[in-house]
T-cell receptor
Framework: AQTVTQSQPEMSVQEAETVTLSCTYDTSESDYYLFWYKQPPSRQMILVIRQEAYKQQNATENRFSVNFQKAAKSFSLKISDSQLGDAAMYFCAYRSSYIMIYNQGGKLIFGQGTELSVKP | ETGVTQTPRHLVMGMTNKKSLKCEQHLGHNAMYWYKQSAKKPLELMFVYNFKEQTENNSVPSRFSPECPNSSHLFLHLHTLQPEDSALYLC????????????FGPGTRLTVT
């Protein structure tokens, strides 16, 4: 079974600085997707960035980028030029890319989350 | 604005009550999901519906009963809950199960007294 681990329950960053959130996962599959979701205090979970395991290039979305190390099963999120609006819970998630078998599949497996605070 | 709405946003119920949570998606998706989010724990998938058919039940107690009358609506019927069922219940949808990103609703904060 796949597992996702976020070892940092809380992180803090100064506004305009850079912060990196860690995520490791365990799987025997070779093809899968990894995601970072953001959940602000208003609770709406939104997708920040996604990475396909077969792509070697790290995904980037504006100030958000990932460092995907497939061999090490590591998937960290870097937030550059942190803003007050970045304060939220961040969840790392894994999803197998195998097509459904016996109507299974599509399950997102989440880590425990990292609460990021941004200091003005 | 994610296109997935949930009502009510907050619910307090006694252990003998019966209540229902509602989720509606306006994205034209065909798969819908219920998740439970408890404090200090990862999100737990509860149920999955794909084209109105339940495709996954993650060993959820029978006091939680899902219903998906069409691809746009998903309900979670609650009866004789326990205090440990207090949590944030999140609904999500995707174009199809397993093949696309999931979009989440704002959640219902449930307190069982």
């Amino acid at each position: 079974a796949q597992t996702v681990t976020q070892s940092q329950p809380e992180m803090s960053v100064q506004e305009a600085e850079t912060v990196t959130l860690s995520c490791t996962y365990d799987t025997s599959e070779s093809d899968y997707y990894l995601f970072w979701y953001k959940q602000p205090p208003s609770r709406q979970m939104i997708l920040v960035i996604r990475q396909e395991a077969y792509k070697q290039q790290n995904a980037t979305e504006n100030r958000f980028s990932v460092n995907f190390q497939k061999a090490a099963k590591s998937f960290s999120l870097k937030i550059s030029d942190s803003q007050l609006g970045d304060a939220a819970m961040y969840f790392c998630a894994y999803r197998s890319s195998y097509i459904m078998i016996y109507n299974q599949g599509g399950k997102l497996i989440f880590g425990q989350g990292t609460e990021l605070s941004v200091k003005p | 604005e994610t296109g997935v709405t949930q009502t009510p946003r907050h619910l307090v119920m006694g252990m003998t009550n019966k209540k229902s949570l509602k989720c509606e998606q306006h994205l034209g998706h065909n798969a819908m999901y219920w998740y439970k989010q408890s404090a200090k724990k990862p999100l737990e998938l509860m149920f999955v519906y794909n084209f109105k058919e339940q495709t996954e039940n993650n060993s959820v107690p029978s006091r939680f009963s899902p219903e998906c009358p069409n691809s746009s609506h998903l309900f979670l019927h609650l009866h004789t809950l326990q205090p440990e069922d207090s949590a944030l219940y999140l609904c999500a949808s995707s174009r199809r199960q397993g093949l696309s990103e999931q979009y989440f609703g704002p959640g219902t904060r449930l307190t069982v007294t």
